[in-house]
């Protein structure tokens, strides 16, 4: 029972695991979607209530009316809430084709919307981060994504995270500031097939680089700054078809002539990269220099050399020692006294010892601004004082002060003292704060939460793990409750129960079965919520309020609470011959009220007649006849009422007292066996027909309670039949609250409630008000009132009937606009009016424009091969378009030609001429 709460939205896994599951209520909830598949997993369900829920008939939940028709186990009937056109109507009456999405609305659907950066823009897996100044790749990008496209950021590295995503077919990394790559660059990238690396700072392709892309098709590495490509870079790139190196400063010695014959194979460089040295090479192709060309003559030039081995240019200053970093580029180890990347900064003025004459070198303690150029001497100082506190050493001693807690102890070391830093810090003198949150030095696993505090790093673990740096599987089964001996099966961040024999239960906790047989409650197999009763030797199942039957599979008892509801038989056997008895109760009471009827055949009709409190019978087959019994049925009491139809006679019994017998001798001699069986009331085309006829003297519904409603003696389920608005499961809340003038509603929160007439008002209905549009029945109009009682229903456009609820075909202006060279399209204010194409105009687009030039500012665009190339900046020139007299044609009468640079989706680039036009008019063909 999941009934009053404020569940929005039942997945596909809602109920996964719950196959014994039999009745299953969402009673009154705020759903508006089910996803497709949702109730799969419950195999023995065999009621589902799903009604008070506001359902949003979309394109989403068309699944559900179908599934509601063949499975029939729903209780009442669901309705629509949204969209407008389908409130109030059954789930299971709605067409297919009505249950679908307008644009902008596929959003209300359980499935999450994928995840996507805010910096980004995603369509389905191919995500775009161009031009966002981006340093580091965001977070969020979805793990399936196949395209990303990081052009026109700030990246320096290819980022180290990219390695994680095993989708990827196209990265562009164009326009960026990347001056390095390593070997693990492009890891686990196997399905790559486009790389885009353009426009970057590249200088130096280590030999694995590409290394396990064996998919890779297209290779851009143009407008970097590479000289040389080491032997046997692309050996694994096997379909690699495109390679884009040109506006690189290629240097055609020795070592490049394997890149001249290896591209010759198979062309697959353009003819675009050129060598900018040795100087008798310069400005050669790559692609169509003989290999023979390509000669060492004397030492490479240390410029070059520098590229992939930066240390050969002496970066390090001050006599740093340089080393050769594949992430870094280079690394310089500095000499004491000074930091910097190239060791260019002396760490404070004393360090070069600028006191003469035995002077001593003090900093000026306080002095916090320009660290390294406060200093003063004293005279036959023996020893030095370090900035703020005191270090005591024959020798320098430069440990840097922090506002956290550090070092003051100094220890000599080849010839020097060395600073011994606390934990958090590091450095030759203490000046680095460490970033223990790095990727490089991050000790928290399992996608745990990195913290910098003053102690040090801390890890908060996700769900499942424990330990300092969130190493350690959580061990559930600590504090497990699996019975009877069973084994507990840790998981993560959950347990499992393995039983011994016999016991099952998701903790084992339900016993073996003393015998095999099944027991007479297993065999009774009661639905509906009924509690078995075992008696021994059989079981007997206790029905809920409202249900019937051995097993209680039935709805015996409904509630009818609108004045418009009734009940549907279709199929019935051996009608219109039928014995038909049922128990009703009647809600009003009182002379003066006029009560609908109880029983629909056709226009055969029991209802309690006007000022009456006794149930007469009309049988409606022209012309009508109609006949009263003297029985008294509105005393709040359940009374029988039995009813046997033969050809054209009737016979009426009221709560087993003495029939009475009415023949018909009309001109309709029996009643049509083909037509439905209507209890309770009528539908209101059926109803109206009847009534103008005078076939039926009262045409509204039965306001009460039926129950055990045998047709030939077999008891009738009503959730079998088609169940109009209005019509409640059970009788019970109603018998205690009287509604005068209306009609009381059992389902209420608070308890039952009187819904009143137009005029009438307060708890019972009883207090008449002077608007008679309180509680109107316009669906799709506005009440207007007629008398202090009547109104009418002034119906919005699209809508007729006498209560706005037919829909009429909707107001179209551009039917009657004929456009002939163009698009009808609906102005702001509902007018119609023709969009014209170029070169037409007219109120029907039927008239050619003269000829003119319309100018247009956009890229020139050519194709070349199967790479599409564009201008490098915006052309501007003169579409000619209209008519002209004699036959003429409508072109270009002056024309312009201009050089542009051309860049080309596979990297390449040219310069090519375009001609274009200025001026137009009309020349001859």
């Known amino acids: 029972m999941l009934r009053n709460n404020r569940i929005s939205c039942i997945h596909n896994d809602s109920f996964t695991g719950l196959k014994n599951v039999r009745l299953l209520s969402l009673y009154d909830n705020q759903i508006t979607t089910i996803t497709p598949g949702a109730f799969d997993t419950l195999q023995s369900l065999s009621t589902l209530n799903l009604l008070a829920n506001p359902f949003n008939c979309n394109c989403h939940l068309s ?35 009505d249950f679908r999405c307008e644009e902008g609305q596929e959003e209300a659907s359980c499935i999450p919307r994928p995840q996507c950066p805010a910096e980004c823009t995603c369509l389905d897996t191919v995500v775009r981060c161009s031009n966002k100044h981006l340093r580091s790749l965001p977070k969020g990008i979805p793990k399936n994504v196949t395209e990303l496209y990081l052009d026109g950021n ?9 390695s994680s995503f095993r989708f990827l077919q196209l990265v562009d990394l164009s326009n960026n500031k990347i001056g390095s790559l390593t070997n693990s660059s492009f890891n686990n990238m196997s399905q790559l097939t486009t790389l885009i690396l353009s426009y970057n700072s590249l200088q130096c392709i280590p030999q694995a680089t590409f290394e396990g892309l064996r998919s890779l098709r297209l290779l851009s590495l143009h407008g970097n700054d590479i000289s040389a490509f080491p032997e046997g870079v692309f050996s694994d790139v096997a379909s690699l078809s495109h390679l884009a190196i040109g506006a690189n400063p290629l240097y055609c010695d020795c070592n490049l002539r394997w890149l001249s014959d290896w591209v010759k194979t198979g062309y697959k460089e ?34 070059v050399e520098a590229k992939c081995n930066p240390c050969l240019s002496n970066p390090c200053q001050n006599q740093g020692t340089c080393q050769n970093d594949p992430v870094e580029f280079y690394r310089c180890t500095c000499p004491y006294g000074f930091k910097g990347k190239d060791c260019e900064t002396p760490l404070n003025a004393c360090f070069n ?41 024959v020798h320098v001693c430069e440990c840097i002060t922090h506002t956290h807690k550090k070092s003051n102890i100094c220890f000599l070391y080849i010839n020097k003292e060395t600073c011994i830093c606390p934990p958090i810090f590091s450095g030759e003198f203490c000046e680095e704060l460490v970033d223990f949150c790095s990727p490089e030095l991050n000790p928290c696993q399992h996608n745990s939460k990195c913290v910098i505090t003053p102690d040090g790093p801390k890890c908060e673990c996700t769900p499942g793990f424990v330990g300092d740096n969130c190493s350690v599987n959580y061990d559930d089964c600590r504090d497990h409750r699996c019975q009877n001996s069973a084994r507990c099966l840790d998981e993560l961040n959950a347990y499992s129960c393995v039983c011994t024999d016999g016991f099952s239960g998701q903790l084992c906790d339900i016993p073996p079965r003393v015998s095999a047989l099944p027991t007479p409650c297993e065999l009774a197999d009661c639905q509906n919520g009924a509690n078995c009763v075992d008696l021994g030797s059989r079981a007997v199942c206790q029905c809920l309020a409202g249900f019937g039957g051995l097993k209680c599979e039935k709805l015996v008892s409904v509630n009818f609470v609108d004045r418009d509801s009734y009940l549907q038989f279709t199929d019935l056997k051996n009608w219109p011959s039928a014995n038909i008895t049922l128990q009703s109760m009647l809600f009003e009471t009182g002379g003066g009220v006029c009560v609908c009827g109880v029983l629909f055949v056709n226009y055969l009709c029991l209802f309690k007649k006007k000022k009456s409190v006794s149930p007469s019978l009309e049988f409606g087959v022209w012309p009508s006849i109609l006949f009263f019994s003297a029985e008294t049925i509105n005393d709040g009491q359940f009374h029988t009422v039995e009813l046997v139809t033969l050809d054209q006679m009737v016979n009426l019994s009221i709560d087993g007292g003495a029939p009475m017998t009415m023949d018909n001798f009309g001109k309709h001699y029996a009643l049509n066996g083909q037509a439905p069986l209507y209890v309770g009331g009528m539908p209101v085309g059926v109803n109206s027909a009847a009534f103008q006829l005078w076939q039926i003297q009262n045409s509204t519904s039965f306001h009460g309670c039926i129950r055990n409603l045998y047709i030939n003696n077999e008891l009738q389920d009503f959730t079998k039949t088609q169940m109009k608005p209005g019509v409640l499961p059970g009788c019970e809340p109603c018998r205690k609250i009287l509604c005068l003038h209306g009609i009381c509603q059992p389902n209420a929160a608070a308890g039952p409630v009187c819904h009143c007439e137009a005029g009438w008002a307060g708890p019972s209905c009883d207090q008449p008000i002077n608007s008679p549009c309180q509680g109107h029945k316009c669906v799709h109009g506005a009440c207007i009132p007629l008398d202090r009682l009547s109104y009418r229903c002034e119906c919005k456009e699209g809508y007729k009937g006498a209560l706005c609820n037919q829909q009429e075909e909707l107001y179209n202006p551009c039917k009657r606009l004929q456009c002939k060279h163009g698009r009808c399209q609906i102005s702001d204010l509902g007018e119609a ?27 020139y665009q050519v194709q070349r091969g199967y790479a599409i190339c564009q201008t490098t900046r915006m052309v501007s020139w003169m579409d000619c378009s209209g008519s002209c007299e004699n036959r003429g044609c409508c072109m270009g009468l002056r024309m312009k030609r201009r050089k542009y640079t051309f860049e080309c989706s596979d990297g390449s680039s040219f310069v090519e001429e375009v001609e274009k036009t200025i001026k137009c008019g009309c020349a001859r063909c």
Not at 154 to 162: D, G, K, M
Request: aromatic share 10%.
């Open 353 to 393: 010892n600028p006191c003469q004459n035995g002077g001593t070198c003090q900093f000026v303690e306080g002095e916090n601004a320009s660290f390294a150029s406060w200093w003063r001497c004293i005279e036959q100082l023996k020893k030095y004082r370090t900035y703020v506190w005191k270090c005591e050493c």
């Open 270 to 303: 353009p003819g675009i990269a050129r060598c900018a040295g040795p100087p008798d090479m310069e400005g050669k192709l790559l692609l169509t220099t003989p290999g023979k060309k390509f000669e060492c003559q004397g030492p490479k030039e240390v410029s």
């Open 63 to 97: 699944w559900l009316g179908d599934w509601l028709r063949k499975r029939k186990i729903v209780t009442g009937n669901p309705r629509c809430q949204k969209p407008d056109f389908l409130k109030e109507i059954p789930l299971q009456d709605v067409a297919h084709l």
């Open 154 to 162: 700030q990246f320096t590295v290819v980022p180290p995270v990219l």
């Open 833 to 859: 009016y023709c969009e014209c194409d170029s070169g037409y105009a007219g109120d029907h687009c039927d008239k050619e424009t003269e000829c003119h030039g319309e100018p247009v500012r956009d890229y």
